[in-house]
């Protein structure tokens, strides 16, 4: 069941929420995720992405700024299952993803600018656990992400959520 969050929470901790522009589609089986963020700075190589979703990812989210790349996608079924096999709560992708029918059938919260159906290059290039910054928003490991329907939030604090 779907559950409107940000709503109440952005009345409830207005001072405390910093909201992304409205740029995101939901495309996980799973439309309310949160968590610890990790971060995942790439460019059309989606190595770092392969590597932390097969680490254990229980009350985290993994926040991937792919520069905002339409040309390849970061996150494709095979990976997305690994995050659900190692128990992370969802991703947001600033870029894209592919199998997106597949995706959408797990238990897992992903949201993403938009799909592409080209895989990236594994190159090895990227940076992990570094502040990332884009939708008008920072975003700082170890702070906390929130999404729904409504869009998506991050604090720097856990946030009680709404019953």
């Avoid at 985290?60 to 494709?76: E, I, N, P, Q, T």
């Avoid at 080209?118 to 490991?141: H, M, Q």
Wanted: aromatic content about 8%; glycine content about 12%.
């Amino acid at each position: 069941m779907t559950i409107d969050w940000l709503p109440d929470l952005c009345d409830q901790y207005p001072d405390q929420v910093r909201v992304l522009e409205p740029m995101f589609t939901s495309f996980g089986g799973r439309d309310n995720f949160c968590g610890e963020i990790v971060t995942v700075k790439c460019f059309e190589d989606n190595s770092l992405v392969k590597e932390q979703v097969a680490l254990p990812g229980k009350g985290k989210v993994l926040v991937v700024d792919g520069g905002g790349s339409l040309r390849r996608a970061l996150l494709g079924d095979m990976l997305a299952e690994q995050a659900v096999a190692n128990g992370w709560e969802g991703l947001l992708i600033y870029g894209c993803i592919r199998d997106v029918v597949a995706i959408g059938q797990l238990d897992l919260g992903v949201q993403a600018l938009d799909t592409h159906p080209l895989k990236t290059d594994k190159r090895g290039i990227g940076d992990l656990n570094v502040p990332l910054r884009f939708a008008g928003v920072d975003f700082r490991p170890g702070e906390y992400l929130y999404a729904d329907l409504n869009g998506v939030l991050v604090s720097a604090q856990p946030l009680q959520l709404p019953q």
